[in-house]
């Protein structure tokens, strides 16, 4: 039978809270008193042998699990997770591209890295397997990180993005602005896949502001692109022809050179509002092309480095000190310096 919290506490001779907030990384503990319950908790098997071997060989085995595809601002994460594991000796880090909407195939992934590694980040599915596959991986000790999407209701160390939620009040409130408060028009949301709960937020928050500041506007419909350049391209295509009145449009997720294209073909891009996420080469050329008008970015390198280092953090027994990627909007005239 596995130990428990209490079994920790009895063998290190503190409280059960104590016991939770250092294997949870929290602050208000002493070092001392931190290093006799991580001593406690290896001792009693609570940690698996390869976080207990992580201070033995001084070299912290991390492996992250993101979606393969089209996704540019994915591509930019798994770079700079690559670039800036390369600066760290004392971490040895596998980055897994697998296929990013099969929760099967990730949840299978989670299942494999048990027992091989010390510290896992994901993208995750918010799906049943995914989640249970995750309980597994933690109760054998692996502490996980979620990374630009969360999920709930799981043991895990940490999120590692914005607040998604935030993101879509925000996204809503720019397309509102750019087309002016009492406007009327229709408007259409483009997301990769609302399996990720961060897409779900992302919706949910540019519904909300809508209805509550922009009525005069109508959501005339939701479209799931899978974060693929070709699938939102024909979508958006055949949208237009749908609603050739059509006045905004909003990408959750990722496709925006697909969007971006339709638009252009159909000699859109002048008379519909165009708003998306991630600073890419993607969507630097269609804002400085005026095909998109505000981009909502997440910084690729903030969180990688963060993600690196909540994990070692974990691993190691230490405290963490997290800095949260910030919101901010992109527009042609601010582009920023890569």
């Given at each position: 039978m596995?130990?428990?919290?209490i079994?920790?506490?009895?063998e290190?001779?503190?409280?059960s809270?104590?016991?939770d907030?250092?294997?949870?990384?929290?602050?208000?503990?002493?070092d001392?008193?931190?290093e006799?319950?991580?001593?406690?908790a290896?001792r009693?098997?609570?940690?698996?042998?390869?976080?207990?071997?992580?201070?033995?060989?001084?070299?912290v085995?991390?492996?992250f699990?993101?979606?393969?595809?089209?996704?540019?601002?994915v591509?930019?994460?798994?770079?700079?997770?690559?670039?800036?594991?390369?600066?760290?000796?004392?971490?040895?880090?596998?980055?897994?591209?697998?296929?990013?909407?099969?929760?099967?195939?990730?949840?299978?992934?989670?299942?494999?890295?048990?027992?091989?590694?010390?510290?896992?980040?994901?993208i995750?599915l918010d799906?049943?397997?995914?989640?249970?596959?995750?309980?597994?991986l933690?109760?054998?000790?692996?502490?996980?990180?979620?990374?630009?999407?969360?999920i709930?209701?799981?043991p895990?160390?940490?999120?590692?993005?914005?607040?998604?939620?935030?993101?879509?009040r925000l996204?809503?409130y720019?397309?509102g602005?750019?087309?002016?408060?009492g406007?009327?028009?229709?408007?259409?949301?483009?997301?990769?896949s609302?399996?990720?709960?961060?897409?779900?937020?992302?919706?949910m928050?540019?519904?909300?502001i809508?209805?509550?500041?922009?009525?005069?506007l109508?959501?005339?419909?939701?479209?799931?692109?899978r974060?693929?350049?070709?699938?939102?391209?024909?979508?958006a295509?055949?949208?237009?022809?749908?609603?050739?009145?059509?006045a905004?449009?909003?990408?959750?997720?990722a496709?925006?050179?697909?969007?971006?294209?339709?638009?252009?073909?159909?000699?859109k891009?002048?008379?519909?509002?165009?708003?998306?996420?991630?600073?890419?080469?993607?969507?630097?050329?269609?804002?400085?092309s005026?095909?998109?008008?505000?981009?909502?970015?997440q910084?690729?390198?903030?969180?990688?480095r963060e993600?690196?280092?909540?994990?070692?953090?974990?691993?190691?027994?230490?405290?963490?000190?997290?800095?949260?990627p910030?919101l901010?909007?992109?527009?042609?005239?601010?582009?920023?310096?890569?």
């Amino acid at each position: 039978m596995r130990s428990t919290l209490i079994d920790i506490a009895r063998e290190a001779g503190v409280s059960s809270a104590t016991v939770d907030r250092v294997l949870n990384n929290r602050s208000g503990v002493k070092d001392r008193t931190r290093e006799i319950v991580m001593n406690a908790a290896r001792r009693l098997g609570y940690l698996s042998p390869a976080a207990h071997n992580a201070s033995a060989e001084g070299r912290v085995r991390l492996d992250f699990v993101l979606p393969a595809g089209t996704n540019t601002f994915v591509a930019n994460l798994l770079r700079q997770l690559q670039t800036q594991a390369t600066a760290r000796p004392d971490l040895d880090v596998r980055v897994h591209s697998i296929e990013g909407f099969n929760p099967d195939t990730l949840a299978g992934t989670l299942q494999e890295l048990r027992g091989e590694t010390m510290g896992v980040g994901v993208i995750a599915l918010d799906h049943p397997t995914v989640r249970e596959a995750m309980r597994s991986l933690a109760s054998s000790g692996v502490p996980i990180v979620t990374l630009v999407s969360d999920i709930l209701h799981v043991p895990r160390t940490g999120y590692i993005g914005i607040d998604n939620r935030a993101a879509g009040r925000l996204a809503g409130y720019l397309l509102g602005r750019f087309l002016g408060r009492g406007s009327k028009g229709k408007i259409a949301l483009f997301a990769g896949s609302l399996s990720y709960r961060g897409h779900e937020e992302r919706e949910m928050g540019f519904r909300h502001i809508i209805a509550d500041e922009f009525p005069a506007l109508e959501i005339v419909e939701l479209r799931e692109i899978r974060d693929d350049r070709e699938r939102a391209f024909e979508e958006a295509a055949a949208l237009l022809k749908r609603h050739p009145d059509l006045a905004g449009i909003y990408n959750i997720g990722a496709g925006n050179s697909g969007i971006g294209q339709a638009l252009a073909e159909a000699g859109k891009a002048d008379s519909i509002i165009f708003v998306g996420h991630e600073l890419t080469e993607h969507s630097k050329r269609l804002l400085l092309s005026g095909v998109m008008d505000a981009v909502i970015d997440q910084n690729p390198r903030v969180e990688a480095r963060e993600a690196l280092s909540m994990l070692d953090c974990a691993v190691r027994g230490k405290p963490i000190d997290y800095h949260p990627p910030r919101l901010q909007v992109i527009f042609r005239e601010n582009i920023p310096e890569t």
